[in-house]
């Protein structure tokens, strides 16, 4: 068996072992629940609605393994071992060797933007993955003079468009590998534009899955799709165009300083700056490579700068799993380039150590990527819905409490006498059709949601402004009293802000050191004064809508709120 099979084979298994020893056991915080619960009814989750992971990954949910969503996070597990495949075979492409291959795909394998991307229900593995795939068969098409790998190539960029908005990013890249394969063809130009075209549209046809299902309003998603209007804003992302270009000058430079301290962070400095020179160096000696290396990862970073507000900065990580990816094969072309110059048996020696790197990256990023034991999430909110009298009504505000609600709710089926609300996404159309619906029976009757958010969105907004600096405190995980003994009390849940790590006065506390249930309620007493102006805040809330749901439906209702980054009453009682 030739190296170029057995050798990626292996590097595959080895990425698997690592994401499937380290996978989360169940629904994590944020997209992952709602992502789920979107793959298991076949749904329409946010825009721009992902149709290639929600079509391929309702397939995964009939694994006979696990809970759905631990079928879902396999799901990422291995389409993100089998993007460590892809750098192999771009050297190996690029005429380097396999021990160049192999390092660069084993540097990739523990990135932590990957990493982290590959324990969860994310579409983020699977759409990289295509993008890579795609820009690989472009690239043969190129090397090898044949029609069919641009076609193919072109194909699969179809589909990796409908996996995420982050693959636009790839659009520059494919369009110079198109432009290099027809100026190197003498046949037909048009007519092979015109070919190429139509494959494109076939790959992005499952777009077609959107207004399918986004009418028949499969699961509780935040769209309702049955008229023009509401497609034509789910598909342009219309309900996010106040992060297009929305960042000053000043906001520019913040962002960009934050991309090179978090890839600094995670590669260092002096392997950040190696990576980038060998970049500029590689578009003279490999000019096609070179080129779409450098257009994958600096359109992937100018995306974001036009795209995204000041929040998400704390997040922006997963986005740029393409730019991780071309750092690892410009560093490895780098580290094979020293070694090639130093005497055969030196540069031998000198190969085992550099393959110490991704051994002591592991080492260092394991304690962080391990979800193995992150119940916590499940847990957490499992909690809320059980805490609920029967035939009553929970209001949820914050990601990381509305989407592992619906799964649980939806999907495990948990407290379906309980009817749940949103109240984040309350002020979008769609969904309050939805809340018609669910209330009043009818989406143009009854009261109209819309109002109670508009009325209340400013005194909310004034609650989150006055304690910004207090969320600041609590962003990097929960508050741990000193003296508090994680391991014999249990951890207290009190800020869910980031509900799947306790920050204590020395150090981090991960969900692994948590056992199943092993948790317990507390408040400090700058908890209590909090909590008391946040009881203010959502019950001026629920005091515009409580009247109508109850006297419609004769439901208690109860609020479930994170972003103020605790759970409310009755889940709160001292």
Not at 176 to 205: D, E, N, W
Request: with cysteine; aromatic share 16%.
């Amino acid at each position: 068996m030739k190296p170029d099979s057995f050798i990626p084979f292996g590097l595959f298994l080895v990425g698997f072992t690592i994401y499937l020893g380290t996978l989360c056991p169940s629904v994590f915080v944020g997209d992952s629940g709602e992502i789920a619960a979107a793959s298991w009814f076949a749904g329409v989750p946010h825009s721009t609605g992902f149709p290639t992971y929600i079509n391929i990954s309702k397939l995964i949910t009939f694994l006979p393994v696990g809970n759905i969503a631990y079928r879902l996070n396999i799901f990422s597990g291995l389409f993100g071992a089998g993007l460590l495949i892809l750098p192999f075979y771009f050297l190996r492409k690029m005429n380097y060797p396999v021990q160049a291959g192999a390092l660069s795909a084993l540097l990739f394998m523990v990135v932590p933007n990957l990493w982290s991307q590959s324990v969860i229900a994310r579409v983020y593995t699977l759409s990289n993955f295509l993008l890579f795939l795609s820009l690989f068969l472009c690239l043969s098409a190129i090397q090898k003079a044949d029609f069919r790998y641009l076609c193919s190539g072109i194909f699969v960029f179809g589909m990796a468009l409908n996996t995420h908005g982050g693959i636009l990013s790839g659009i520059p890249a494919v369009f110079v590998l198109v432009f290099l394969y027809l100026a190197k063809s003498s046949r037909k130009p048009f007519h092979r534009i015109t070919t190429i075209i139509v494959f494109g549209i076939i790959g992005f046809s499952t777009i077609i899955f959107i207004p399918v299902r986004g009418t028949q309003f499969p699961f509780p998603t935040w769209h309702f799709l049955n008229n023009a209007h509401y497609f034509w804003n789910y598909i342009t992302h219309r309900e996010y165009e106040f992060k297009l270009f929305s960042r000053s000058l000043p906001e520019m430079i913040v962002y960009l300083k934050t991309i090179c301290a978090q890839l600094s962070g995670e590669w260092s400095l002096w392997l950040l700056i190696i990576a980038v020179f060998n970049l500029i160096f590689l578009c003279f000696k490999k000019p096609s490579e070179g080129i779409m290396l450098v257009l994958i990862s600096s359109a992937n970073i100018v995306q974001m700068l036009l795209y995204g507000s000041g929040s998400d900065m704390l997040i922006m990580r997963r986005f740029f799993i393409p730019t991780h990816l071309v750092l690892t094969i410009s560093l490895s072309v780098f580290f094979w380039g020293t070694l090639n110059k130093l005497p055969k048996k030196a540069g031998h020696y000198m190969f085992f150590l550099v393959l110490f790197l991704p051994v002591i990256m592991f080492v260092q990023k394991y304690v962080h990527r391990n979800l193995r034991s992150c119940y916590l999430p499940y847990e957490y909110n499992s909690f809320a819905l059980k805490q609920c009298s029967t035939n009553s009504a929970l209001l949820h505000i914050g990601d990381n409490i509305s989407f592992p609600i619906w799964y649980l709710h939806y999907v495990e089926n948990s407290r379906p006498d309980v009817a749940e609300v949103s109240v984040t996404i309350s002020d979008t159309e769609s969904y309050s059709q939805r809340l018609r619906i669910l209330f009043f029976g009818n989406p143009c009757e009854g009261h109209d949601i819309l109002q109670y958010h508009s009325k209340y969105n400013s005194i909310l907004n004034e609650f989150f402004e006055r304690f910004d600096p207090l969320f600041a405190t609590y962003s990097e995980g929960l508050l741990v009293p000193p003296g508090w003994n994680t391991r014999q009390e249990g951890i207290l849940i009190v800020v869910s802000k980031s509900p799947w790590r306790v920050r204590t006065e020395s150090s981090i506390i991960y969900p692994w050191h948590i056992p199943h249930g092993g948790w317990k309620m507390y408040m400090t007493d700058e908890d209590i004064e909090l909590k008391q102006l946040a009881d203010n805040v959502v019950a001026g809330y629920l005091s515009m809508i409580k009247e109508g749901l109850e006297s419609k439906n004769n439901k208690n209702v109860y609020v479930a709120k994170n972003e103020i980054m605790k759970l409310v009453p009755p889940f709160f009682d001292k």
